[in-house]
């Protein structure tokens, strides 16, 4: 158990909707990631935060969006949804702002549009 | 840009036998450092070893080895007489000053 969750473990939905995957860090941990691993695209970043700021940003569709709350959990929401967009989401977390620290990955959350 | 690069997609071996998973790394930058990520059956990514590009010393964990040689950018991943539940996907991943790039991953599979 790396010490991050992440809920929900799955969802189903449909084209054009919108929904919202949660993280919460390891305790002491500043900096959250996403991370999307699909067949076809592997495991990419998408996103970071450090202490409720915006850090980096990777391939993140503009579909997407991402914050960090004062509690430093953090929520990855997805709008517009298409079937391409199923995949395992992933959240990081690390006690670092960069990305030379190790980071501690969540469980996923397996999305599937329909 | 930084790039990984896990050549052999699929590797089975039966128990006991050692096996090496390779992993090739591209980066312009000066500093860095090398993961290796296990993912089983079960999907989470479980953290396996970090290593900075200033550190060229070997690692030895348990029936785990790591090879990390600069002058080939190679961070190459032998598993000592492999058990079933090494059955897993191996990736490596390169992190840098501006993201972390994953290879696409070795399927491993040891059968009994």
């Known amino acids: 158990d790396s010490g991050v969750t992440q809920t929900p473990k799955h969802l189903i939905t449909a084209t054009g909707q919108r929904v919202t995957l949660r993280c919460s860090p390891r305790s002491g941990d500043l900096s959250v990631y996403w991370y999307q691993q699909s067949l076809d695209q592997g495991l990419q970043f998408l996103i970071q935060?450090?202490?409720?700021?915006?850090?980096a940003k990777g391939n993140i569709l503009e579909r997407f969006s991402a914050q960090q709350f004062p509690d430093l959990h953090s929520e990855l929401n997805l709008s517009s949804l298409e079937l391409g967009d199923s995949a395992l989401y992933f959240c990081a977390s690390s006690e670092m702002e960069g990305f030379l620290d190790t980071q501690y990955f969540g469980p996923g959350t397996r999305l599937t549009v329909l | 840009a930084q790039k990984v690069t896990q050549a052999q997609t699929e590797i089975s071996v039966v128990e006991k036998e050692d096996v090496t998973l390779d992993c090739v790394y591209e980066t312009r930058d000066t500093t860095y450092y090398l993961f290796w990520y296990k993912q089983p059956p079960s999907g989470e990514l479980v953290f396996l070893i970090r290593r900075n590009s200033f550190d060229e010393q070997n690692e030895i964990s348990g029936r785990y080895s790591w090879n990390f040689q600069k002058s080939t950018s190679s961070f190459n991943f032998t598993i000592t007489a492999s058990q079933v539940v090494d059955s897993a996907v191996y990736f490596c991943a390169l992190s840098g000053s501006k993201d972390m790039r994953f290879g696409a991953g070795t399927r491993l599979t040891v059968k009994p």
């Open positions: 935060y450090y202490n409720g700021e915006e850090r």
